[in-house]
């Protein structure tokens, strides 16, 4: 028991983030419960069992979805559904902030491109057995467009609280340094595997997973409910 737990933590340490990430958005609550954030513990929840979930159906027999051994310890399906779930939810935080009707309308029209690039890759790529990792690249552009909307918008305001102070600012730093990699260095993983090994980008993919939630539990402990938007 004890070796499977330190074998979890040596090969998952990000999962128990996920969940300390949730503990500190609970006990924050109050401070964002009337925002568009009120749901992120729920998301951030949902993350944390698609992990758990992704990490039982890897290594436990009893979690596996295929028969095959080839494919018994495949659980990319789930995180094919996370992502568009994922991105589905930060864009519908955007097109409620941004305030400008032209930023709302390009929210609009990204989400359909980027929903419609997971759905044309299906014909592509075995959403069972593949990350659809060019639709994700897609996603990923307009998520930091909806971001830099957000800061432009921002910097435009007259605010008697500093941006530091918002939740969103935090939840946004950390999306963009994460989607930036993030695609690209799936991409890497399945068209050009020898890269993606010899330079440990899985280990920088885990890194910026760690960074990222960092990053939303400082939101969490420093923002206030009257500097959000």
């Known amino acids: 028991m004890i070796e499977e737990i330190q074998n979890f933590l040596t090969e998952s340490y990000f999962i128990p983030i996920y969940l300390a990430t949730w503990i500190v958005a609970m006990y924050r609550y109050r401070r964002y419960f009337d925002t568009v954030m009120r749901f992120f513990p729920i998301f951030i929840m949902y993350t944390f069992l698609t992990e758990l979930l992704g990490y039982f159906i890897k290594y436990h027999d009893e979690y596996q979805f295929f ?20 991105f589905s939810f930060f864009y519908y935080i955007y097109w409620t902030v941004l305030k400008q009707p032209k930023h709302r309308d390009i929210v609009k029209k990204g989400a359909f491109v980027s929903l419609s690039g997971y759905l044309i890759s299906v014909f592509f790529q075995d959403p069972l057995h593949s990350n659809l990792y060019y639709a994700d690249l897609i996603a990923s552009i307009v998520l930091i467009l909806c971001v830099w909307m957000y800061f432009k918008e921002k910097r435009s305001e007259e605010s008697s609280y500093p941006l530091y102070r918002s939740l969103l600012y935090w939840v946004s730093l950390g999306l963009v340094i994460f989607h930036i990699f993030f695609p690209l260095i799936f991409i890497a993983a399945y068209e050009m595997p020898e890269f993606y090994f010899a330079f440990h980008l899985h280990q920088l993919l885990l890194v910026l997973i760690a960074l990222m939630y960092f990053l939303f539990m400082v939101g969490f402990l420093i923002g206030q409910r009257k500097a959000f938007r």
């Not at 028969?67 to 994922?86: G, K, T």
Request: net charge negative; no cysteine; aromatic share 20%.
């Open 67 to 86: 028969s095959e051994p080839e494919y018994s310890w495949h659980n990319v399906i789930i995180y094919n559904i996370y992502s568009v779930i994922s």
